[in-house]
């Protein structure tokens, strides 16, 4: 295991190029552009807290804040949320970047690093 990291610690600029290149064409046609991360989960976690503390006013049991559970409720759906993105990246790394790794000498270990790192990204802006 510490080869494998060791191997891919020799591509780190490599993979430090990916990450900046995936967040930067992810958003590249949106209005926003790099504000989008930030702008739609806060937006969700808005309508999640009108929702959930004004019209439904779920209570959490030992806790009297009226947006405990527009917390609970968002702290779950960031988890998923990051959870999600990794498992849709993840499927298919090694098929979207075949021509890749037969064209250039890389660790293979590089892709899945790639996708952790930018689905942290995604998920913690």
């Known amino acids: 295991m510490i080869e494998l990291l060791r191997g891919a610690w020799r591509f780190r600029d490599f993979i430090v190029a990916s990450v900046k290149r995936e967040f930067a064409t992810r958003y590249q046609g949106t209005q926003l552009g790099a504000l989008w991360p930030i702008v739609h989960p806060l937006a969700l976690i808005l309508i999640y807290t009108l929702v959930f503390a004004e019209v439904m006013k779920p209570r959490l049991p030992g806790h009297e804040s ?3 559970y527009s917390i609970y409720l968002t702290a779950g759906l960031v988890a998923w949320s990051l959870f999600s993105d990794l498992l849709v990246r993840s499927v298919g790394i090694f098929v979207h970047n075949a021509n890749l790794l037969k064209k250039v000498n890389v660790h293979k ?11 942290l990204i995604q998920a913690g802006s």
């Open 66 to 68: 009226r947006f405990a």
């Open 109 to 119: 270990l590089a892709f899945p690093i790639i996708a952790f790192l930018s689905a």
